[in-house]
């Protein structure tokens, strides 16, 4: 058995997350598949909130594993890069340790991105099924996917997928009560009640355009068995903290846009997807570290039938065509929220802040992508 071991993952399984399948997908499915390849796991059950969090923050081998698998949503996959994040060497890691996703969550917006590059069907099943097969696959390739420098009023965090507020950052947190019954579904529903009952929040929103600078993002294609972390560190630079796209003392920088005004919506992604439905921003590539932002003043919308318009028009991809939503390619962003009772959202997380800047990086994580 030792001789024919492939290599080994660290498995975190969320027994609660999306409709609470996860322990019975992995005893099924995945934990024998995984055997059959020889490919050996350790599994932490997650018993709440910074589980996962505080084992990747301490834990003193993971240099020893092949990668990282989640059974879970993109919120665990939040809260493992954040574990990361407090390490000396979590910079190092970040590129070298591959996470791969077996879609448990309700909301897999990076599994998605990552599987729509190579086609597969943005259905349940086609993205449960290829998932699967990537997760448990000796072949298994990991490839970069860039990250972003998040500051809020206390807190420094690694994010991958999405900045809200507004409008879906609100149909996504108020709707989390519908998770069990209706998975998915459940922003289509919330999305309903919500323009019913449209609210608009003042705000300050700054920020600058996107300017290539001469860099070239490319992306690190590797095969997940071929090393182990610790030998894939060995080999990388000695990269210690973030490498901004926009440093301080750069001044080729654009100059900052500022808007203050009465917000409906602001919505910044950094992946093309962020659910399984169509893509959100279908020019945003994995590797690309530019941030799709996209915001809707109140002072632009006629009627709460335009709401309702745009939250179809996601459905079909036309949302951004609509002439009262607004879009750019920023480095940075920064929102200094105005007003009480609203969510800024981070990666589909909750997090308790009056503002919150995110930096465009040169930093990148790998997630499990294809199979060779
Ligand atoms: N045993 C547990 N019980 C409750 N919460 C947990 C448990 N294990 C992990 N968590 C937390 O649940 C969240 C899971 O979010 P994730 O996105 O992965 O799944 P989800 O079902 O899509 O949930 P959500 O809709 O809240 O994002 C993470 O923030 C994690 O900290």
């Given at each position: 058995?030792?001789?024919?071991?492939?290599?080994?993952?660290?498995?975190?399984?969320?027994?609660?997350?999306?409709?609470?399948?996860?322990?019975?997908?992995?005893?099924?499915?995945?934990?024998?598949?995984?055997?059959?390849?020889?490919?050996?796991?350790?599994?932490?059950?997650?018993?709440?909130?910074?589980?996962?969090?505080?084992?990747?923050?301490?834990?003193?081998?993971?240099?020893?594993?092949?990668?990282?698998?989640?059974?879970?949503?993109?919120?665990?996959?939040?809260?493992?890069?954040?574990?990361?994040?407090?390490?000396?060497?979590?910079?190092?890691?970040?590129?070298?340790?591959?996470?791969?996703?077996?879609?448990?969550?309700?909301?897999?917006?990076?599994?998605?991105?990552?599987?729509?590059?190579?086609?597969?069907?943005?259905?349940?099943?086609?993205?449960?099924?290829?998932?699967?097969?990537?997760?448990?696959?000796?072949?298994?390739?990991?490839?970069?996917?860039?990250?972003?420098?998040?500051?809020?009023?206390?807190?420094?965090?690694?994010?991958?997928?999405?900045i809200g507020w507004g409008l879906m950052a609100d149909i996504?947190?108020e709707?989390?009560?519908?998770?069990?019954?209706?998975?998915?579904?459940?922003?289509?529903?919330?999305g309903?009640i919500r323009s019913c009952n449209l609210r608009s929040y003042k705000g300050r929103l700054t920020y600058?355009?996107?300017?290539?600078?001469?860099?070239?993002?490319?992306?690190?294609?590797?095969?997940?068995?071929?090393?182990?972390?610790?030998?894939?560190?060995?080999?990388?630079?000695?990269?210690?903290?973030?490498?901004?796209?926009?440093?301080?003392?750069?001044?080729?920088?654009?100059?900052?846009v500022v808007i203050e005004d009465d917000f409906i919506n602001v919505y910044a992604?950094?992946?093309?997807?962020?659910?399984?439905?169509?893509?959100?921003?279908?020019?945003?590539?994995?590797?690309?570290?530019?941030?799709?932002l996209s915001y809707i003043l109140w002072k632009d919308i006629g009627t709460r039938v335009d709401i309702a318009k745009f939250l179809?028009a996601i459905?079909?991809?036309?949302h951004l065509?609509l002439p009262f939503v607004k879009r750019v390619?920023?480095?940075?962003m920064?929102l200094e929220v105005l007003s009480d009772g609203s969510y800024v959202?981070?990666?589909?997380?909750?997090?308790?802040?009056k503002?919150?800047?995110?930096?465009?990086?040169?930093?990148?994580?790998?997630?499990?992508?294809?199979?060779?």
């Amino acid at each position: 058995m030792q001789e024919t071991c492939r290599g080994s993952l660290l498995v975190f399984l969320n027994p609660h997350s999306g409709k609470g399948k996860s322990l019975e997908t992995f005893a099924h499915t995945v934990g024998p598949k995984l055997d059959r390849n020889s490919i050996r796991y350790e599994v932490v059950i997650t018993t709440g909130p910074n589980h996962a969090r505080n084992v990747l923050m301490t834990k003193t081998d993971l240099e020893k594993f092949n990668g990282v698998l989640i059974l879970s949503g993109d919120g665990l996959v939040f809260e493992a890069l954040n574990g990361i994040l407090c390490r000396d060497d979590a910079f190092r890691i970040f590129p070298s340790l591959p996470i791969g996703i077996v879609p448990s969550g309700s909301g897999n917006g990076l599994l998605c991105s990552v599987l729509s590059k190579y086609g597969t069907k943005m259905t349940e099943k086609s993205v449960m099924d290829r998932a699967l097969e990537i997760a448990t696959s000796p072949a298994a390739r990991a490839e970069s996917v860039a990250l972003y420098s998040v500051k809020t009023d206390n807190e420094t965090f690694a994010a991958f997928l999405s900045i809200g507020w507004g409008l879906m950052a609100d149909i996504d947190i108020e709707s989390e009560k519908w998770r069990k019954s209706l998975g998915a579904h459940r922003f289509t529903v919330g999305g309903f009640i919500r323009s019913c009952n449209l609210r608009s929040y003042k705000g300050r929103l700054t920020y600058r355009i996107y300017e290539q600078k001469g860099f070239e993002p490319s992306s690190n294609v590797f095969g997940v068995y071929d090393k182990t972390t610790g030998q894939r560190m060995e080999e990388s630079e000695d990269i210690d903290t973030w490498q901004l796209h926009d440093s301080p003392e750069d001044s080729t920088s654009s100059e900052e846009v500022v808007i203050e005004d009465d917000f409906i919506n602001v919505y910044a992604v950094t992946l093309s997807h962020i659910a399984s439905d169509g893509p959100f921003a279908p020019s945003a590539k994995l590797e690309d570290n530019r941030i799709h932002l996209s915001y809707i003043l109140w002072k632009d919308i006629g009627t709460r039938v335009d709401i309702a318009k745009f939250l179809l028009a996601i459905e079909n991809q036309t949302h951004l065509d609509l002439p009262f939503v607004k879009r750019v390619e920023v480095s940075s962003m920064k929102l200094e929220v105005l007003s009480d009772g609203s969510y800024v959202v981070l990666d589909g997380e909750v997090v308790e802040t009056k503002t919150i800047q995110v930096s465009a990086t040169r930093n990148n994580i790998c997630v499990f992508s294809s199979t060779a």
